[in-house]
């Protein structure tokens, strides 16, 4: 079992920026990839970015691509979500996820992915 805890969320005015963080804990797997997910009410679950185990591959869904950053550091098993130039429309919950076997680019499909956290908040103001 992997445990993942998210952190970083609040609420920013349109164009500011807030930094999200997904700490991983149980079970570890090598060739990991790590991503995150958004949804908003009455939306469905979108994908944002992911990260492969070693950092040489990751993968932007377009409308964040340029403004969010990720990035993982594996000694402390966490993957961190950089994002600037936030918009209104970036407002949902982000939810971290795991995949515990990955080759090639990290998935962008949620039922790539096995594990999953509780999810942050992000509320960008117009």
């Known amino acids: 079992q992997v445990q993942l805890v998210e952190s970083g969320g609040g609420l920013v005015q349109a164009g500011g920026s807030l930094r999200l963080s997904c700490a991983a804990s149980g079970r570890t797997f090598d060739r990991n990839a790590m991503g995150w997910f958004r949804q908003a009410p009455g939306r469905e679950r979108e994908f944002v970015a992911a990260?492969?185990?070693?950092?040489?591959?990751?993968n932007y869904a377009a409308s964040v691509k340029g403004r969010f950053t990720i990035s993982r550091d594996n000694a402390k098993n966490t993957v961190d979500l950089q994002m600037n130039s936030l918009k209104p429309e970036d407002t949902a919950e982000y939810i971290c996820?795991?995949?515990?076997?990955?080759?090639?680019?990290?998935?962008?499909?949620?039922?790539?992915?096995?594990?999953w956290g509780q999810g942050t908040q992000v509320t960008v103001s117009s």
């Open positions: 996820a795991y995949d515990t076997y990955n080759f090639g680019l990290p998935g962008s499909r949620a039922y790539d992915y096995q594990y």
């Open positions: 990260i492969n185990w070693n950092s040489d591959s990751t």
